[in-house]
């Protein structure tokens, strides 16, 4: 059963940073490509960075330059660390495969970004 549990969301000031990590079980990150998704309320999920099993990376151009995806296979653990944080960045942030399944969504961890 394939378990994706992500943490390390807060409050930070704009211009900030943030790391967060997500977990993964009953999955193989050596083999498998995964995303950093964020969404706020009233708007539709998006796909903010995604990593290929290879380590390839994708971001968004919104947080291009300011977020970096990474993952650490040996502990399967896939990371979103985020600096130069503006207000427009505060959402539940997602991590899921890429493509993203439907039936893998867990709970998010919310980032908010504020003075």
């Known amino acids: 059963q394939v378990q994706l549990v992500e943490s390390g969301g807060g409050l930070v000031q704009p211009g900030g940073s943030l790391g967060l990590s997500c977990a993964a079980s009953g999955i193989i990150l050596r083999i498998t490509a995964m995303a950093w998704y964020r969404q706020t309320p009233g708007k539709e999920r998006e796909l903010v960075a995604s990593?290929?099993?290879?380590?390839?990376?994708n971001y968004a151009d919104s947080v291009k330059g300011r977020f970096t995806i990474s993952k650490n296979n040996a502990k399967n653990t896939v990371y979103l660390q985020m600096s130069s944080l503006k207000p427009e960045d505060s959402a539940v942030y997602y991590c899921?495969?890429?493509?993203?399944?439907?039936?893998?969504w867990g709970k998010g961890t919310l980032v908010t970004v504020s003075s």
């Open positions: 899921n495969l890429y493509p993203p399944r439907m039936n893998y």
């Open positions: 990593i290929t099993s290879g380590g390839t990376t």
